[in-house]
């Protein structure tokens, strides 16, 4: 599984974990730089933040590390619904094995 796969299938899991308050989309992967879009009404109780580190811990299911850098534009609709773009530095966490050496 390429990495952007593994990226689709964090995604996948975020939208079926928050997809009643936000959705998330990849927009581009250029080398170590992931831009993702979010779309939804969030939590009015939980922090946007939040929302963002949330695919940074479901990328460690996969073997990636996904930190949020820079949240590069905001647009908000009104006051249920938004938009955020943020771009993520994409690394690779090393996968453990145990082996009976």
Same mark, same amino acid.
């Given at each position: 599984?390429? %990495? ?5 299938? *964090? ?22 730089? *992931?831009?993702?879009? !979010?779309?939804?009404? !969030? ?18 299911? !996969? ?5 949020? *850098?820079? *949240?590069?534009?905001? %647009?908000?609709?009104? !006051?249920?619904?938004?938009?955020? %773009? ?8 090393? %996968? ?6």
């Amino acid at each position: 599984m390429d %990495v952007r796969e593994k990226i689709e299938k *964090v995604l996948a899991e975020f939208n079926r974990l928050h997809g009643s308050e936000a959705n998330a989309r990849i927009l581009s992967i250029e080398g170590d730089e *992931v831009i993702i879009e !979010f779309e939804g009404s !969030f939590c009015a109780t939980c922090g946007l933040y939040d929302y963002f580190d949330d695919i940074k811990w479901e990328a460690m299911e !996969f073997g990636l590390e996904l930190e949020p *850098v820079e *949240v590069l534009g905001a %647009v908000e609709d009104d !006051f249920e619904h938004g938009r955020y %773009v943020v771009k993520y530095k994409l690394g690779r966490k090393p %996968v453990l094995s145990l082996s009976n050496d």
